[in-house]
């Protein structure tokens, strides 16, 4: 029988009497659509086969408890949130998982940081920037909050283009290394940037 027949109540009602097959279909339908979510948080084919193993060993022992008449991919990706904020939380605890985070997470950093910006944490990036000196922090505003263009920008303070990109290329490194090397603006953007993607 094709996995269409069934909708989301049949296969949960079935799931919950104990159906192998029933978890057996909603493994197929959902295993790889997860993993690909979560490999975009977690940057790690590792932690991704360990999530999903906890995930739907999660979903065999409490599927008692499932409501069936919640759609089973905002019950199955709402697990897999619950569990990426887990290894974040633990990562904040353990300084050497969070270094492996953060490591795996250097080369999404500017999601990170447009995260921030967006989902009103501003007073975190803010204390990033304040690290820089004043002429950095004003350039550093300019292009990379409100989106100037380094032309414009060097029009506005009156020095070149070269100027800007040297002062854009070192404040770029000393945010990124300050976002990077705080516990706490980390797990607040990776749980915000979590509650988005999966």
Not at 68 to 96: E, H, M, W
Not at 103 to 112: A, D, P, S, T
């Amino acid at each position: 029988m094709t996995y269409s027949v069934y909708s989301d109540k049949e296969l949960l009602l079935r799931l919950q009497q104990g159906d192998h097959s029933a978890f057996d279909i909603i493994y197929d339908l959902y295993k790889r659509r997860l993993a690909g979510n979560l490999l975009r948080l977690l940057k790690s084919d590792e932690l991704v086969d360990d999530v999903l193993q906890e995930l739907f060993a999660n979903v065999w022992q409490h599927r008692k408890n499932i409501d069936t008449d919640r759609p089973i991919k905002s019950y199955l990706f709402q697990i897999g949130r619950n569990l990426c904020v887990d290894i974040f939380r633990r990562a904040a605890r353990d300084q050497v998982y969070f270094q492996y985070l953060k490591e795996n997470f250097e080369e999404g950093y500017m999601v990170l940081e447009e995260t921030l910006i967006k989902n009103e944490q501003p007073q975190l990036l803010e204390k990033a920037i304040s690290t820089l000196s004043p002429q950095r922090q004003n350039i550093f505003r300019l292009c990379r909050l409100e989106g100037k263009s380094y032309k414009e920008v060097a029009k506005i303070l009156g020095i070149s283009t070269a100027t800007i990109n040297a002062h854009i290329t070192i404040a770029n490194k000393q945010v990124r290394d300050y976002v990077l090397n705080n516990k706490d603006i980390v797990y607040i953007a990776l749980t915000v940037l979590t509650a988005q993607d999966i």
